[in-house]
């Protein structure tokens, strides 16, 4: 699956084959990285008890975002959005770079990792095919995780 590996000042992270994801902002990767395993602990998933954080890279800004559930369940918003959404609000429009976590242990599958279907789309909105898409592999793992383009998270990918 890994075809490379990038290295930032502390983690070696895995990039998989396929269109290569731009590293155009890679001094911010583990900025991003720890801003999204802080905000995860203000997650409020009391129904699946899946803590998820999100941030993301915008215009130069960075925000942070978790995973709101709700009562009604379909009313919940994952992590990545209340992450994009708060950078919509502030002003931005572009996406330089996400990061998300789901605060697995080392050696959770990559299903358990990856961002949901809507969130992909979401970011497709305001992202590029090469903008970088950084997936936690958890503390303690060797390696801070995996970096993939969004063109090979969402291929075929709707825009009007
Ligand atoms: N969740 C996210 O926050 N992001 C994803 O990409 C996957 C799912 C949240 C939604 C819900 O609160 C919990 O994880 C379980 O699905």
Same mark, same amino acid.
């Not at 998820?52 to 960075?62: C, I, Y």
């Not at 995973?67 to 209340?82: D, H, K, L, Q, W």
């Not at 080392?106 to 497709?124: D, E, H």
């Given at each position: 699956m890994s075809a490379s590996t990038l290295t930032t000042q502390n983690f070696t992270w895995h990039i998989a084959s396929g269109l290569a994801p731009s590293?155009?902002?890679? *001094?911010?990767f583990e900025g991003l990285l720890l801003a999204a395993r802080d905000v995860r602990r203000n997650a409020y998933a009391p129904y699946s008890n899946f803590l998820v954080g999100s941030a993301v890279l915008m215009d130069g800004n960075l925000y942070r975002g978790c995973n709101v559930e709700n009562a *009604?369940?379909?009313?919940t918003i994952c992590a990545e959005r209340s992450a994009i959404f708060a950078g919509i609000a502030d002003g931005g429009r572009s996406i330089a770079a996400l990061a998300l976590t789901t605060g697995p242990q080392s050696g959770t599958p990559i299903n358990q990792r990856t961002p949901c279907g809507i969130c992909r789309q979401v970011i497709a909105e305001f992202a590029e095919a090469d903008t970088p898409i950084l997936i936690d592999a958890g503390e303690g793992a060797s390696y801070a995780g995996e970096i993939v383009s969004l063109e090979q998270l969402l291929p075929w990918r709707f825009k009007l």
């Amino acid at each position: 699956m890994s075809a490379s590996t990038l290295t930032t000042q502390n983690f070696t992270w895995h990039i998989a084959s396929g269109l290569a994801p731009s590293l155009r902002d890679s *001094s911010q990767f583990e900025g991003l990285l720890l801003a999204a395993r802080d905000v995860r602990r203000n997650a409020y998933a009391p129904y699946s008890n899946f803590l998820v954080g999100s941030a993301v890279l915008m215009d130069g800004n960075l925000y942070r975002g978790c995973n709101v559930e709700n009562a *009604s369940y379909g009313a919940t918003i994952c992590a990545e959005r209340s992450a994009i959404f708060a950078g919509i609000a502030d002003g931005g429009r572009s996406i330089a770079a996400l990061a998300l976590t789901t605060g697995p242990q080392s050696g959770t599958p990559i299903n358990q990792r990856t961002p949901c279907g809507i969130c992909r789309q979401v970011i497709a909105e305001f992202a590029e095919a090469d903008t970088p898409i950084l997936i936690d592999a958890g503390e303690g793992a060797s390696y801070a995780g995996e970096i993939v383009s969004l063109e090979q998270l969402l291929p075929w990918r709707f825009k009007l």
